[in-house]
């Protein structure tokens, strides 16, 4: 089973019967037809369908070096410029299908698990590392098209400075015991979107461990014994597409991973037990690269969408006149040709690294990481701003073949669409910046390489300073004019 | 009936049975015991319980003039700054209940009626305005504690600069006829919060009225006969007030006004056919020093509360050590106490009109209702930025008590909280920032006065620079040092 | 010699000889006569001219609870909230001699002698405390009308956290040895502004010392033996107020001053070798609630001096039809009434301290602290942005009078200006926005109590943020609706 | 005469005896040697010298299609991307030598000179249109290496929307005459950088004529007839590189354009009484395309020399170690790698124009000239916000020969640097954030392409926005998951 379709993705994660908890209960039946899940699964296998489409097969998938079989591009280790030219395609070509609303599209962690993959020599030797377990699974997902989410961050206690877990039950998932099967978990992780609905989860630690936590990196099915995925309250704003256009299509869900002693099978165990790895290996892997590639690439045909939506505003109630909201207009088009040159420049300029694959250049996309995480809640304020009360005149589609039919398409035309049409166009521009669906896809991308200032730390900590000052240097130290 | 309770309240609007469609559907049974009008009407009606509490009555009533007896203080026509300071003491004391979220707490209208009702005086002698019907209306109300809301602006089609509406069919309302009974009313107005709960409703014309449209002012019974109100989307999360602590009890819903040739009896028709009038009565009356001393006097209260929930997160992660934390948090202090000031100063420096009301200095109110727009998503903005992936850890109270349990007891405990107290902040946190009611209440606060920009071309333009313009020129102009 | 005339003033400075280095030069003869020090002394001799006035002395003078002649009224100890609006009265007097560009006026460091008379009970009893010497010079200078300056920056030579010097030689000025006649100071301490124009300096340790650093506090005269004053360059454009109508008259200096093993006797000494008090007592005094009242009623007449410049642009050019020529100018107009309504609350909410004397709200300033240095620099930027090219057409004063006197007029002219009063005003917008004197200017509003971060935590850090929690807490708690 | 060297450049400049008024006086004698010019010219001199010699000739020059002999590399017409590789060599090549502070440096208006030539064609047959002379003039500027400047604003007199002049003399420039000899001109341009010390002045009108004013396009020699300069005060702070070590070498000098009746010949005309061509020729032209490409290169120089300037600052005293400091050089880093992504992207993506000419993508250069403007005045603040009090202490060169260096060595000495190689570094950073020439630099960033609001109206007008609303309204009509 090479690259799957819908049908294939939805009824491999029914049958998983994964433990997964909504609102105080747990999940019975198929989870594809639970409210909360229902449309997001949906989405995800028009995804997997448009893979095997014949129009499309070329660009979404590739023959696989193993067996010869069409594979998801997304898992392609790219050797070329043009290969990763083939891998954005792939990945904008998924994201208009959700216009980028769906930050866990399965190239995300084919991508990761690629890239994890492709720099497995790093373990090579290490202690307590197992580089063969990692291209073992990753050929196994890229031949069965496996679905996988992953958790990293520890449960928020304390976010000090200095705190380190002291409690005696474990808060964050740790190693509690090694035997002849396994390592064995217990604990919890935070934040697995889409946990639940992937095939499988991958788990690792975050840098930055102490001297007792040594780290670990493993993926499991999601369906393991003694594990549980706890769902926050969902997003979904109802099944109508006229009301809830995109909550009810998009909404990935978030959960909590908890790990009740949970056994990892060694084939499965990718590294414990070793810090200076556990610290290391994300960073010095190609993860950054093509992980960030990946997301700029989606965050792009994001920004078209809201940038269309805008426009759209703009021409429903004629407002374009107006030189402060083309100012308004004129950032949002400042933004997307911003990250689409910046991602541009980052496959131009990639490198190949010590192990041949070719790498989108790391600061370029970097640049554009800490970019978009100030740039997406300005592109809703703008919404906000330019929709005004027609964002909260939002009437459902219900209501539109009722016994007020007349009076809402008298009430709500706009300058340049019937009422019905202006409604579709408020009432996405209120899903996108105004619904709670919509406030969560701002905190994913206010967050979603993390803290804002952490990553404006570190862009300044690895950044190379030194030629820079050495202009200023030898400027101070020419002769002067005589 | 003067000053009501709750049960009141309640009980005056059920029998009603005004024509409220939600959803496709008309409200049909008792109101208050529809799911989108359940919350916000028991708030309203504790309100109306609050001001008869023997603790309170002192502070939330007076002695009628008319009747000599108690009625709510927001109808008191003040006459010395005492009296301003009794007014806001009662706003403040309502905001409280609702920590500042109900916009249209009924003290907001009775504060309009009697800004009204004090500048009466503007529309004697003009054609086709009768002030004996303003007093009268505004007697009835304060003796009956009558709630209003009320509706001013045109349907949102094409807001362009020189667009008039010349459609045959009246899209925004106009007056169609005027017979003995009184004048009939065709077409929609927009954004009446809480229409379909109110007793009454108020409608005016927005100033800027072209040629044609003549302009009128009127309020009639909710259940007038013609009369529809058409609600947006409920934002009503839930009935659990663990899991939606703001929007199962504030919920305001906003509607859009249906006039199918409604009759408007002569006694309630302020003015009617003097676009003069129409155009001016709002902006010379004493509408907006009053109405905007209400609403200053309920932002302040609502910032209290957003700077509490800060600081609860702060707590309960354990973040206060850091010196952006501490920034962000400081920047809502600075808004709060600058919020403070204006309306200290705008109350001390109160003047007494021509009339002998005292109004609060309309500048100063002025400088706050342009600086508050900007800063309350900000505040919005903060709270993302300080709950960061605990906004997304949000599991509902049903899960604490389900299977789970112990789980999330463990897993979700912060620094300072156990897990359960942890997560009503939280969830607080996200409600007010992030649910779709939350989203609704930072695009109130962005437009309650309209748009910022309209605002800041106000301000300049009825600011008098004349003496500063003075003071640099004899600056200029002075001898040089010699 | 109680309050004194400006050419007391200039006499008594010219007299002193005191040790100021200008560009590599001592500066010999008189320095009222020197180039960088001749405007700024008329301008500070206007301001004691202007005490004198027949028509204002009634205001900037007050009768001496000593000698009962008629003294400076900012020495004035109020004890009431008029006393304070007298003082209030008499800053802004001053402030608009010099359009509130003199940040040292005497006002300013007479101030501060005054609030540190008036917490002198704090050194009572305390080891190396002289609290006799305080108040013996607060009536001296009260007196005499001493001019005065003051200094207590260490030099900016490591800024990282933990760095405490441990040069041999010392850098910050330290007590090298103490003896019968008094105690011998070595080092620097930086940035006197005024530094070598005034009669005194007041010396002293800014607060967080180490162990090793006890801390002082004394004054001494100018022209103190081994003691220097290094000036860097000056920022006076020339002499002519066409040309250069700020600079020309309000260029302060800053100053270097380097102590050579400078004595200061006993009676001078206020404090020494006691950490304790060194680190609080500028704390715990009322310094900052007076220092701060005198420079939040000084920025408030800059303000309105720079809104006047910004409504003389707009008129010059006529662009006040531009919708984002008014929000700039609104800009300021919230800006200046937000500064006016802080101060106002402060002294309407003084209270009397333990030893009656009245502080206005120290918290209230301290908002007024933190909004401005964000104020200022926009102040500058709006001007920028609204005088544009015609900031770089600015032939000087000189042009006006020659051969091509015709052309400037004729090229030149505004709509609504002749050409000279046109350059007048651009010149001044220039010269306060965009000379080397300008920017300076914004410097120091930046920077006036420090570093603009550590503003917002010591706020964060003062403000009591309780109430706020506890009323979070108990919404969170009351009994849910039912 | 092709390339030539600095004194070939400053002996043509020094015989045109160009009348040029500085401060009320015409510049007699050498201007080179005047103390307003001498250092620029100088500066410009080194350009020229730069580009002969032996190790960046090949970069510099290249062989003349019509002489065969080396001339400017900035007069190439690009045909394929590596040409414009080539341009931007010679650009920045030329622009470290001056860290971009020279807007003007020669590179800019051959850039344009070439650009016209290279749209000459647009004038073909087009009434008073001669696209021979522009063809000619450009290979004259080639083979002679001829400095230019340029002019096309009129006098700031009203800037209200639906002004025009109606004065009885010109005030903005206009032919009065023609003749058998030429057209005569009479009236004021503004802003000429650099004006009087080029060779040649191009002239032309700005678009947007109204009916009466054809519009014009000529280039005249600097010492025309009729013609004259008057100058802006000069902001060359002294001749010092220790004290000023910006000002005293760029400081181009910017003037008004006084035309007294100048007779331009007809071979220099190349257009007139057109207004169609006058109001189309510039946007249609490469113009935009190849001066936006020069300006990006030369800000990104300027940049790079900003953030090397930042850093010193901070290695000098140590504070690389605060969160906020790292956050505010990370604003310039990312500044920087966006510019230089936008460049890039520009270059790779150029496309041939339909005479073959190969030029730079223009919108992504818009972008880049959208964004700078307010990038670089945030730059000069964060320079100011990090050199806080350092900024004010800042001694002369003299002083560090005189008999207080021991002082300054002691007393200002950096954590890294000595007192005297930090001075340097604090000056620098002074002279470009806070001296008049580093404001004058701030404000010609600003207004580089003209006012930050019209820009932005003019990106939103020529976007493309429909395939944007196209997927908006595609997204809306599919068909509901089902």
């Not at 009810?248 to 978030?254: G, H, L, P, V, Y």
Request: aromatic share 10%; hydrophobic share 40%.
């Amino acid at each position: 089973m090479p690259a799957i379709n819908g049908d294939q993705y939805i009824d491999r994660i029914d049958r998983l019967k994964t433990n997964v908890w909504v609102d105080g209960n747990p999940v019975e039946g198929k989870i594809s037809e639970h409210p909360a899940f229902k449309g997001v699964m949906k989405s995800q296998g028009r995804l997997y369908d448009f893979q095997l489409e014949e129009a499309f097969k070329h660009e979404m998938t590739y023959q696989s070096p193993l067996t010869g079989k069409q594979v998801g591009m997304s898992y392609l280790q790219p050797k070329t410029i043009e290969d990763l030219v083939s891998r954005r395609t792939m990945i904008q070509n998924w994201a208009k299908l959700s216009n980028g609303m769906m930050g866990r599209s399965p190239d995300y962690m084919n991508t990761v698990i690629m890239a994890f993959a492709s720099s497995v020599d790093l373990l090579n030797g290490k202690e307590n590392c197992f580089p063969e377990n990692v291209t073992k699974f990753y050929e196994y997902a890229r031949e069965h098209d496996v679905s996988i989410t992953h958790t990293f961050i520890d449960p928020q206690v304390d976010r000090s400075h200095y705190h380190f877990e002291h409690a005696e039950e474990p808060i964050a998932a740790k190693v509690i015991e090694r035997n002849d099967e396994g390592i064995v978990i217990k604990g919890a992780k935070v934040l697995a979107t889409q946990g639940g609905i992937t095939d499988e989860i991958l788990v690792l630690s975050a840098a930055g461990l102490d001297g007792k936590d040594k780290g670990f990196s493993f993926s499991i099915p999601s369906n393991s014994k003694g594990l549980k995925f706890i769902c926050r309250e969902s997003f979904v704003g109802g099944e109508s597409a006229f009301d809830h256009p995109l909550s009810s299509r998009f909404e990935e869900m978030d959960t909590i991973v908890v790990f009740d002693s949970v056994l990892v099978p060694w084939e499965r165990v990718f590294y414990f037990n070793n810090s200076e790895i556990s610290n290391t290996f994300m960073a010095n892997s190609s993860f950054s690269a093509f992980s960030m590639h990946q997301v700029v690439a989606r965050r792009i045909v994001k920004t078209e969408f809201i940038l269309g939506i805008v426009q759209s505003i703009i021409e429903t109630i004629n407002i374009g006149g107006y030189q402060h909201v083309q100012e308004k207009a004129a950032e949002i088009i400042v933004a997307l040709e911003t990250m689409k040159a910046l991602l541009f420049k980052a496959e131009m300029e990639a490198r190949a690294d010590e192990w041949g694959y070719m790498r989108p250049d790391q600061l370029t996309l970097q640049i554009a990481s800490n970019l978009f995480p100030k740039m997406y809640p300005r592109f809703t304020e703008i919404i906000q701003l330019l929709g005004a009360s027609g964002l909260m005149t939002i009437p459902t589609g219900t209501s539109f073949q009722s016994g007020i039919k007349k009076d809402l398409e008298q009430y709500l035309q706009g300058a340049s669409r019937k009422a019905e049409d202006r409604m579709k166009i408020f009432r996405l521009a209120w899903d996108i910046s105004m619904s709670s669906f919509g406030a969560r896809e701002t905190l994913y991308e206010r967050f979603f390489f993390g803290d804002p200032i952490r990553l404006a730390s570190q862009l300044y900590s690895s950044y190379d300073l030194k030629p820079y000052v050495n202009c200023v240097d030898s400027y101070l130290n020419i002769d002067p004019l005589s």
